[in-house]
């Protein structure tokens, strides 16, 4: 299970550099569903990870992403 939750984890990695990178080249707004729900998915999937390979300052920004995330999705669909 370590090396499928390393995947995982990895996975996560991308997703949150790839909505960076997205946002930085233009192609998203950061308030764009597309936008949170890579950083959603990637904080979850990194905190999926933690749960095999611990690491206390690491969860905690995670839990803070997977917030912020819900909270730019919440109010996005109050917009609508």
Known sequence: MEN????????GSIFLMLAY?????GKVKG???????????GALFILFSLFFFPNRAAIMIEIF??????????KRKRSV
């Not at 499928?4 to 996975?11: M, N, Q, R």
């Not at 990178?21 to 080249?25: E, M, T, V, Y």
């Not at 992403?65 to 919440?74: E, F, Q």
Request: charged fraction near 5%.
């Open 65 to 74: 992403w997977v917030i912020i995330s819900l909270y730019g999705l919440w």
């Open 21 to 25: 990178f997205l946002l930085q080249a």
């Open 4 to 11: 499928f939750a390393d995947i995982v984890g990895i996975v």
């Open 31 to 41: 308030s764009d569903a597309s936008y949170l729900y890579l950083n959603l998915s």
